[in-house]
């Protein structure tokens, strides 16, 4: 009988729980965690983790340190998630290793110790987690508990993205891009980002779109690079949401489609980028896309130069059409623009 079939129904890992399998405690934990055949129970989860962990389960000792790491159920403690941690490291569970090895990151529960951090992230790095050899190649780019070594940075994320991690594709077609720790070379970086892009990676999909409106790496393509550009707008990407608006409006790679445009432009701005917030305001001033509105359009444009004060000249010269009530009415849209920005912000 394989461990599915052992372990698969609620009963039977009930029945094997309770006679002290510690497997079957740790996947009935599990089931109390993510409320699976179960109600969701926070405390029972942590009982039947702390159950398997005591018999030196080492992935219920990694859900028990998360446990005290969160203050999932229980009262948040780092000195306990990282003496979890380490028991479940020291049996070579490369999840805990990186966890332990944040830990000493961020000093959580212990000192500090950026050089003990990357010793960790080794050790999972080296047992083939894809997370940690992304992690490790962070820490060797900037020079986090190891000397500075953008070829060992780019070494680490080349092992990560054969593995499939889009993460780790997206970051070796940077370095392939700005030509940091291989040399440049914009095919390459067009590669991993369409690789990256392809599993949903929403800043490889707006990377992939730009090479393809610039030419670079790849045959120039507006239509493809609207394609990119739009699937990265769709998944939240502001930056994307900005270059899309701009292919609406001047009809590059898309069908022109002012009222889309500012569709784009508003997504963007709405996230807080003052280039978007710049471009609508525009849009309201000018009657492009939307009803002319000098209230709301000062409104923006006074958020974006407050950021990129290099756009100050059409604001400052907006400012002198409208009247003093108009342009009061304008500070206080802007401000509830930002309170507005900020509650989004913190709902995510």
Not at 65 to 80: K, L, M, N, P, S
Not at 129 to 153: E, K
Not at 212 to 239: R, V
Not at 284 to 309: F, H, M, Q
Request: net charge neutral.
């Amino acid at each position: 009988m394989n461990s599915e079939d052992k372990y698969g129904t609620l009963e039977n890992c009930k029945l094997l729980a309770e006679k002290g399998d510690p497997e079957a405690q740790r996947r009935l934990g599990d089931r109390y965690k993510h409320g699976r055949s179960v109600a969701k129970d926070s405390a029972q989860a942590i009982s039947w983790y702390r159950k398997a962990a005591e018999q030196n389960n080492a992935i219920a000792q990694e859900r028990l340190g998360d446990c005290f790491y969160d203050g999932d159920g229980i009262t948040q403690d780092f000195a306990h998630a990282v003496i979890w941690y380490r028991k479940a490291a020291d049996q070579g569970e490369t999840s805990a290793q990186i966890s332990l090895g944040d830990c000493y990151f961020n000093g959580y529960g212990v000192t500090k110790d950026l050089t003990l951090a990357v010793g960790w992230y080794r050790k999972a790095a080296e047992q083939g987690n894809s997370w940690a050899q992304v992690i490790l190649g962070g820490c060797y780019s900037r020079g986090d508990g190891v000397a500075p070594d953008p070829q060992r940075a780019a070494a680490w994320y080349q092992i990560a993205a054969e593995q499939g991690l889009a993460h780790a594709q997206l970051t070796l077609g940077n370095c392939y891009y700005k030509g940091d720790g291989v040399p440049q070379y914009l095919t390459s970086a067009a590669l991993w980002y369409r690789r990256a892009a392809e599993q949903g990676e929403h800043e490889a999909q707006y990377r992939l779109g730009l090479c393809y409106s610039k030419g670079e790496g790849l045959t120039l393509d507006p239509a493809q690079a609207a394609e990119w550009l739009t699937k990265a707008a769709e998944g939240g990407h502001e930056w994307a949401q900005y270059r899309l608006g701009e292919c609406y409006q001047t009809g590059v790679g898309v069908e022109q489609d002012l009222a889309k445009a500012v569709q784009f432009y508003r997504m963007g701005a709405d996230q807080g980028l003052a280039f978007a917030q710049y471009k609508l305001g525009e849009c309201y001033c000018s009657g492009i896309g939307t009803k002319r509105d000098l209230v709301e359009g000062y409104a923006y444009t006074l958020l974006a130069v407050k950021e990129i004060p290099r756009l100050n000249s059409f604001h400052t010269l907006l400012a002198t059409a409208l009247t003093a009530e108009e342009v009061k009415a304008g500070q206080l849209r802007a401000r509830q623009i930002q309170t507005e920005i900020a509650a989004k912000k913190a709902r995510k």
